[in-house]
Nanobody, 129 residues
């Protein structure tokens, strides 16, 4: 059974950094595409970044986080990370990791939450001014 567990959230001041982790259980991350989503209070969930199978330089990012956030993976630890730098108040949200099979991995739809059957429980990120 596929299970995703996020951690690393917390409260920071604007300009600070956090690193979120998404540990995968029940499957090998090499066989899946992983994405991070976030949902702020009163807003719809939005795609933040996506790491297709194989990782590398093919990651995609929402315009709002480009240059500040970096997605990466450690295949030994079977974990995907989201490094968040220069955090802004508007980055405050619940952050979720999501996974879908590499056979369904489509870069054009990475930001569509309905494409992901597997989700973690989320980790809260709060950025204060």
């Amino acid at each position: 059974q596929v299970r995703l567990v996020e951690s690393g959230g917390g409260s920071v001041q604007a300009g600070g950094s956090l690193r979120l982790s998404c540990a995968a259980f029940g499957y090998n991350i090499r066989d899946f595409c992983i994405a991070w989503f976030r949902q702020a209070p009163g807003k719809e969930r939005e795609g933040v970044t996506h790491l297709p199978t194989g990782g590398g330089d093919n990651a995609a990012y929402a315009d709002s986080v480009k240059g500040r956030f970096t997605i990466s993976q450690d295949t030994v630890k079977n974990t995907v990370y989201l490094e968040m730098n220069s955090l802004k108040v508007e980055d405050t949200a619940m952050y979720y990791c999501a996974a879908r099979s590499k056979y369904a991995c489509d870069s054009d739809s990475w930001y569509q939450e309905t494409k992901y059957p597997f989700w973690g429980q989320g980790t809260q990120v709060s950025v204060s001014s």
